[in-house]
């Protein structure tokens, strides 16, 4: 589990294509410090783990899966990739509960300036909008942002530059494609109501209802 604050860019300095998958080799500061064999890292939101490393650099094998399913496939060699480790027991959460398994790919349609943040439109699949929610959480590229506001398909948030200067957001523009995860509380709760996304029961098959949570001071 991640909370979605970047603790630092990397940089992709190579890619070894297999067949079907991918090693990439990353270069870093920071979650290097403590780095051991197996851990989980985040690379732009998507948990992967380490199987090798050194004083300078870490190595992630990417499946065919994950290369589908995210926009790893379209980085290259130089990219900044944006870096988190896992969540220890004990840490502040920050910004939101992160898994690192990513919903969709979206992307940026426009960008405005106001004031000091950068107002950011980003289309995004069904499948990642029917969780969306006004003043909700977002992961976009494994960093927790806050959801300004959104219609049927795409999304606004607003980019701080303290975020946009210390996250790869900061230097992407119209075009770009990025990793979303949706709040994973939406997904719990309407497998709960029994209200499942493809095709599942209609009527709600537990005691949860959006009554009870109102009553609770869960909405």
């Known amino acids: ?55 300078r650099f870490f190595e992630v094998d990417v499946m065919a899966e994950t290369l589908r399913k995210t926009n790893l496939e ?57 969780y969306i929610v006004k003043k909700g959480s977002v992961a976009i590229d494994g960093i927790s942002l806050t959801v300004v506001d959104c219609t049927d398909d795409k999304f606004q948030v607003s980019l701080i530059p303290h975020t946009a200067k210390l996250t790869t957001l900061g230097y992407k523009k119209p075009g770009h494609r990025v990793n979303l995860e949706s709040d994973i509380i939406g997904k719990y709760v309407e497998r709960l109501m029994g209200f499942q996304a493809h095709g599942g029961p209609k009527e709600p098959t537990s005691r949860l209802t959006l009554e009870s949570l109102a009553q609770n001071g869960f909405l």
Not at 7 to 22: N, P, Q, T, V
Not at 23 to 51: F, H, M, P, Y
Not at 87 to 106: E, F, K, P, T
Request: net charge negative.
């Open 1 to 55: 589990m991640f909370t979605g604050i970047i603790e630092e860019m990397g940089k992709l300095k190579k890619i070894h294509r297999g067949a079907d998958s991918a090693r990439l080799t990353i270069e870093g500061d920071v979650v290097l410090g403590d780095v051991k064999l197996g851990d989980s890292i985040a690379v732009n939101g998507i948990c992967l783990t380490v199987v090798h490393f050194n004083e």
């Open 74 to 130: 379209e980085l290259k060699p130089g990219d900044r990739v944006n870096l988190e480790r896992a969540l220890r027991v004990g840490d502040r959460l920050g910004g939101h509960i992160v898994s690192g398994h990513i919903d969709g790919v979206g992307a940026i349609v426009s960008q405005q300036k106001e004031d000091i943040a950068v107002l950011t439109d980003i289309r995004a699949p069904g499948e990642v909008m029917r």
